[in-house]
């Protein structure tokens, strides 16, 4: 069964320190993709990633980049110089992959990790 | 990119009443919509799998005749929580799947957040 567990449920930092928030996934599946979102209190759910399983390739987005080991099945997130406005809830996901106009391929989220960030 | 435009962002209503929550896909076609719902501080919870001019598929524990879920066009999909109670007080999202060539991504609506009194 496909799970992802985020074990850090908060973190506090003061503005300018690095910060990697930990995701670790299970499935059995060869082929699937992992993202990342960030809520912020608004609500909405902004995408921030997506990695398919084939591509072991760190990323590196500005402050963002992640760490995708397959060996470990980690996902890990940092963000570098935080800051203020990175303070939000951050989720994990995990999706299958299905066919067109299956019910396979929806996403599996970890319970997602609150992130302070205070000036 | 794409949009999911989801409507209302808020609702307040009142015990015993029906509400209903639009989303839209103003750009791409979805073949496929999730509906979750959030309690405060928790993880989204995945409440059904609908796919176009089909039945929604409902998870385990939701029921199907209070979460009423139309998915008619490749456009619009509407959650409607029927006989609406406090306890059904949650932040609403929908997710609109869409295909692309060998790959594929989500589309989130903005949330509907739903008091009942």
């Known amino acids: 069964a496909q799970k992802v567990t985020q074990a850090q449920t908060e973190i506090s930092v003061v503005e300018k320190e690095d910060v990697t928030l930990d995701c670790v996934y299970e499935?059995?599946?060869?082929?699937?993709?992992l993202f990342w979102y960030k809520q912020p209190p608004s609500g909405e759910l902004v995408f921030l990633i997506r990695r398919n399983s084939f591509d072991e390739q760190n990323e590196i987005s500005g402050r963002y980049s992640w760490n995708f080991q397959k060996s470990t099945s980690s996902f890990n997130f940092t963000i570098t110089a935080s800051q203020v406005v990175d303070s939000a809830v951050y989720f994990c996901?995990?999706?299958?992959?299905?066919?067109?106009?299956?019910?396979?391929?929806?996403?599996?989220f970890g319970r997602g990790t609150q992130l302070t960030v205070w000036p | 990119g794409a949009v999911v435009s989801q409507h209302p962002s808020w609702v307040i209503c009142k015990s015993g009443t029906s509400v209903k929550i639009e989303c839209r896909s103003l750009d791409f076609q979805a073949t496929t919509m999730f509906w979750y719902r959030q309690f405060p501080k928790q993880s989204l919870m995945l409440m059904a799998t609908?796919?176009?001019?089909?039945?929604?598929?409902?998870e385990q524990g939701v029921e199907k005749d209070k979460f009423l879920i139309n998915h008619a066009s490749l456009t619009l999909s509407t959650l409607t929580v029927t006989s609406a109670h406090p306890e059904d007080s949650s932040f609403y999202i929908c997710?609109?799947?869409?295909?692309?060539?060998?790959?594929?991504?989500?589309?989130f609506g903005s949330g509907t957040r739903l008091t009942v009194v």
């Open positions: 499935t059995r599946d060869t082929t699937y993709y």
């Open positions: 997710s609109a799947r869409e295909v692309r060539g060998l790959s594929y991504g989500y589309t």
């Open positions: 609908s796919n176009e001019g089909s039945k929604a598929t409902y």
């Open positions: 996901a995990l999706s299958e992959v299905g066919g067109r106009g299956s019910t396979l391929g929806r996403l599996y």
